[in-house]
């Protein structure tokens, strides 16, 4: 596995992943209101970051390079602990400011815990529409 700059061949593959793995993340949601062009909507004018194994894509991670703010970050279910979203975020990481945020609901608590163990900190609670979320950091 390798972490790459996006490239447009990138897209269908980043769409079926995106599409898939909200599915696993967020089993509290209704996914009926997913579709495969999400993807391309919530990366809108952000850069990105792919983990391909073998060509193919299996995590991505999105930010918005004015304020450090990571805004997606999803794995391929099969690839979940593997290291994959590790690896992701450390690519970014590298590319962008500090302090760097970040927001997880509340309700996603195992992404809450890989946060937490890579030295992110609450800094934040906010409650959006009836859905609350943390607002993470990362100084390091």
């Known amino acids: 596995m390798k ?3 996006y490239d447009p061949f990138h897209l269908p593959d980043l769409r079926a992943l995106y ?9 509290w949601e209704d996914p009926s209101g997913y579709t495969l062009l999400d993807f391309d909507l919530v ?7 792919v983990a391909v194994d073998q060509q193919r894509p299996v995590g991505f991670i999105s930010w918005w390079p004015p304020d450090n703010f990571i805004h997606s970050l999803f794995v391929d279910p099969a690839f979940i602990r593997k290291g994959v979203g590790k690896s992701l975020l450390q690519a970014c990481l590298a ?15 195992n992404a809450l815990q890989f946060y937490y163990a890579q030295g992110w900190l609450p ?6 529409a009836g859905d609350p979320y943390l607002l993470l950091a990362f100084n390091g």
């Open 3 to 5: 972490v790459v700059r």
């Open 19 to 27: 599409y898939l793995s909200r599915q696993t993340a967020f089993p």
């Open 43 to 49: 990366t809108q004018d952000e850069s990105i970051l």
């Open 95 to 109: 590319h962008i400011g500090r302090p760097a945020t970040l927001k997880c609901k509340t309700a996603n608590q």
């Open 123 to 128: 800094i934040d609670t906010v409650v959006d």
